[in-house]
């Protein structure tokens, strides 16, 4: 099995995939792993999570990892953090983990799509709990961790948003949840 390159669209290589397939690339992004040599599929450890107080805990085997303008990989994990309500991460090729953000319920809690890096070079993704009605979040976060609630679901537009929000023509954000 042949990996696809990591780049901003690595969601839509991954869907194409079969189950076996995807299932190797979610145990290879979870313990994220980093392809060494594509000819030889060896594969080298960033990081080792939840090994320091405040690690990321759980990098979503269900979200993606994307790779940022700036060669650094971003993702998020369903725990961790200094609520232990998840986090946004990035991790650079030498394996240093950097928290952008920790989730504390008034934002959102328990993000679970990974990221989408939309054409702005910024970040976006949904909580799948809290936030101000208490039904998540979608969110919009720079790579020097700035968040911002784009919006916040109440049960009247839907709820738990599971899937992460997709860029769409003209740079709309299209529901993915």
């Given at each position: ?48 999570f939840g090994t320091h107080a405040g690690d990321p805990v759980h ?22 953090g200094t609520d232990n309500a998840g986090t946004v991460f990035k ?87």
């Amino acid at each position: 099995m042949t990996m696809p390159m990591l780049n901003a669209n690595l969601s839509t290589e991954f869907m194409k995939m079969r189950g076996a397939q995807r299932a190797g690339i979610i145990l290879a992004l979870a313990c994220f792993l980093m392809l060494a040599s594509s000819a030889g599929a060896q594969f080298t450890p960033l990081y080792n999570f939840g090994t320091h107080a405040g690690d990321p805990v759980h990098p979503n085997y269900a979200g993606f990892v994307v790779q940022g303008r700036d060669g650094n990989l971003y993702s998020t994990s369903y725990d961790g953090g200094t609520d232990n309500a998840g986090t946004v991460f990035k991790v650079t090729p030498a394996g240093q983990v950097t928290v952008l953000y920790s989730f504390d319920g008034v934002t959102g809690a328990f993000p679970s799509s990974g990221l989408t890096l939309g054409s702005d070079g910024n970040f976006y993704g949904t909580t799948f709990e809290n936030g101000p009605s208490n039904y998540g979040t979608v969110f919009k976060i720079t790579s020097g961790g700035k968040l911002t609630v784009l919006h916040a679901f109440d049960s009247t537009d839907g709820e738990g948003p599971w899937g992460a929000p997709v860029q769409g023509h003209g740079r709309r954000l299209l529901r993915n949840y």
